[in-house]
């Protein structure tokens, strides 16, 4: 088991915290119970933990990249508290309009955390509650974790997601990912 080989891609809202629906203020940040110890659970098993999420707010004018910056500085601020160290947090800063590389489904933020961290992507898990988490994986070669959290259910009612598991919560998940 190489360490470095290996890391979990976890979308942050929906999975991580709650969906806020554009968060735009740490205040608003809640992370969903449970979390904190499924997250040391992963990191001691030896992966890397590394957050990748759309943030179209940017895009749009509502939030911005200070402002993420800052929110994403007292995230990593309150898991470090709690014994987590997350490894990168990767955001998309565009406009669905934009078609850019890095918006998810697109593969942009795998392929960064794969040259950064030299990870092989078939031995890498996506974590998320969205559609675009899924086919994010699917796309980049990664297993996938659908959990119920967030848009969980919606996502799980739609046919065209195949994931390779299914959790309610990422606290079940890391049972399954610490079998792989
Ligand atoms: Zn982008």
Redesign the pocket.
């Known amino acids: 088991m190489k360490k470095e080989k290996k890391a979990v891609f976890l979308d942050r809202d929906g999975t991580l915290i709650k969906d806020a629906h554009y968060l735009n203020h740490p205040n608003q940040i809640q992370i969903y119970k449970g979390v904190i110890p499924a997250l040391k659970k992963i990191k001691k098993a030896g992966w890397r933990i590394i957050i990748g999420t759309n943030q179209s707010a940017i895009g749009r004018g509502i939030l911005s990249v200070v402002m993420l910056q800052k929110i994403h500085k007292i995230l990593i601020g309150i898991l470090k508290k709690n014994g987590v160290q997350i490894d990168e947090i990767f955001f998309?800063?565009?406009h669905p309009k934009e078609n850019?590389s890095?918006?998810k489904p697109n593969l942009?933020m795998l392929l960064k955390g794969a040259k950064k961290y030299q990870l092989d992507l078939k031995k890498c898990i996506v974590v998320g509650d969205n559609k675009c988490d899924i086919l994010w994986g699917k796309n980049g070669g990664t297993k996938t974790i659908l959990v119920l959290t967030g848009k969980g259910r919606k996502t799980l009612a739609d046919s065209k997601v195949k994931p390779d598991h299914i959790s309610s919560t990422l606290k079940t998940a890391a049972k399954w990912i610490l079998e792989q």
Do not use: I, L, N
């Open positions: 998309c800063p565009h850019c890095c918006r942009g």
